[in-house]
């Protein structure tokens, strides 16, 4: 053994890359499967029922592809491959790296706003480029809804009823989409007047929503974020075509109005008494529609806003991180509704306006730039939904799956965030 | 990813209106942001 270990000679080989990430990621699997058992025995001895244990996964049903996934460790690999595209490219790789990356999934060079790719560190990185100003320019009428990505266009149609009927192989509800109900308003407390005085609450919403004569009062009326709006440059109508009258909104009292911090984040869920469709105008004079844009690994990542719209709430679900590709989203019924989504909810000028960026495993976290406090596809969001099941379940109220917060601290008067046509909103990072 | 939009538009054909929400794409169709993806 002496001779064996003194005489012979060492030889090095290198380990496959694959191997190692499998190795990492059974480890992360493993402690992930450790910690879970070590809550569960310790509720155990407590007797906490509302343990993540007993909420009911989520099983999709679906061909075997599908049964096999919803068994993977789908957000350990989403976060797993994240980090593995935050490792930092060497320097003379990059240049390659992501021109191999271009060809393979189609990205256009010419159109990146930075020339010199070595700047990016990463692939993350390069995945979150930006274009070159001009080279998306926005549809000149007024009255077009604009793409709010690159991609493409999967589906779109009329909603009829709460089902979505007219998508082959995506039938869900629209109130599981948006999730149906909505916490009590967080803020507490009667209507008070704008804590900037720049104008009272009623004058200020029927120059938002059309009172001629009010608006020729008073041009610029709101400074959002530092940008001053006029009601028709924000709307992007003539005040007689506004969808609504003022008498309408005079009486919206149960419109959050305190100014308050720019974002609340409630993690507490209680059924509440404002559905997202008591955003709906009372009259059948709208209908509901809906499209669905697809982006592929190697579109432009960042999302705008297709219209002027001011989004006043937003419920993050935390779910699943299936993927989202269009094989998927035919054989897995009710796919958006398993994965972690952001659902914006908010107004046009044509009433309810909802924008919602749903997450894949390969693409996990969902950036909203007006957003600082929200987080998803980390463990941070996992901790927070079972505190929001245990806080639900020791109400004795159902969990409904989502937290949401207002924004309606942004502004006062418009009682939301107001997003301009084309305006980057967000985007989706790797991992 | 994706994106979902679900928002509220003038119905098409209603009476006395000349607005109603159109289409301006087809399904399956690249498109680019920026560009009209339906007209009021």
């Known amino acids: 053994l002496r001779h ?19 190795f990492l990621g059974f480890v992360q699997f493993y402690k992930t499967q450790a910690r879970e058992k070590e809550r569960w025995e310790a509720s155990q001895e ?16 679906g061909p075997w592809q599908v049964q096999f996934m919803s068994t993977l460790p789908l957000k350990a690999m989403s976060r797993l491959w994240g980090r593995f595209n935050e490792l930092t490219i060497p320097y003379y790789l990059r240049v390659p ?4 990356y271009s060809f393979i999934f189609g990205v256009n060079l010419d159109e990146v706003s930075e020339p010199d790719l070595h700047v990016y560190p990463n692939l993350a990185a390069f995945f979150y480029r930006t274009l070159k100003p001009g080279v998306r320019p926005l549809d ?15 589906q779109f149609g009329k909603i009829e009823g709460n089902d979505i009927e007219q998508v082959k192989g995506m039938t869900y509800t629209v109130d599981a989409l948006l999730g149906k109900n909505t916490p009590t308003p967080s803020i507490s407390g009667k209507e008070s007047e704008p804590s900037d005085g720049t104008a009272d609450k009623g004058r200020a919403r029927a120059e938002l929503y059309g009172d001629e004569e009010l608006i020729k009062a008073d041009e610029e009326f709101a400074r959002v974020n530092g940008i001053s709006y006029t009601v028709p440059g924000l709307l992007s109508g003539g005040p007689e075509e506004s969808h609504y009258d003022s008498a309408r909104i005079q009486d919206q009292s149960a419109v959050p109005s305190n100014p308050g911090a720019v974002s609340e984040v409630r993690a507490d869920l209680a059924l509440g008494e404002k559905p997202w469709y008591s955003l709906l105008s009372p009259d059948n004079k709208t209908s509901l529609y809906y499209a669905v844009v697809y982006l592929a690994p190697g579109d432009y990542h960042r999302f705008h806003s297709p219209a002027n719209w ?14 989202v590709s269009p094989y998927l989203q035919r054989t897995l019924p009710g796919l958006f509704t398993l994965n ?64 949401e917060a207002t924004y309606s601290g942004a502004s006062a008067v418009l009682g939301g965030h107001a997003l301009r046509r084309g305006e980057e909103m967000g985007g989706f990072q790797l991992g | 990813s994706t994106i979902v939009l679900v928002f509220e538009a003038p119905a098409a054909g209603q ?3 000349n607005r109603g929400f159109t289409w301006a794409v087809e399904k399956g169709q690249k498109i680019k942001m920026g560009q009209v993806l339906g007209h009021v």
């Open chain 1, 4 to 22: 064996a270990l003194n005489d012979t000679k060492i030889r090095w080989y290198p380990i496959p890359v694959g191997l190692g990430i499998g």
């Open chain 1, 46 to 61: 407590d007797g906490d029922e509302a343990h993540p244990k007993k909420r009911p996964k989520v099983r999709p049903d």
């Open chain 1, 97 to 100: 790296g992501f021109k191999l």
């Open chain 1, 140 to 154: 000149p009428d007024p009255d077009a809804l604009l793409s709010p990505s690159d991609g493409r266009v999967l």
């Open chain 1, 310 to 323: 001011v989004v006043e709430r937003r419920r993050h679900f935390a779910g699943e991180l299936y993927s």
């Open chain 1, 340 to 403: 972690e989504r952001i659902v914006l909810l908010g107004r046009w000028r044509w009433g309810f306006f909802s924008y919602i960026p749903v997450g894949a495993t390969n693409v996990g976290s969902i950036k909203i730039n007006f957003d600082k406090e929200l987080r998803t596809n980390s463990l941070l969001t996992d901790t927070a939904a079972d505190h929001a099941a245990k806080e639900a379940a020791a109400r004795g109220e159902p969990y409904s799956g989502f937290a």
């Open chain 2, 15 to 17: 009476a006395g209106s």
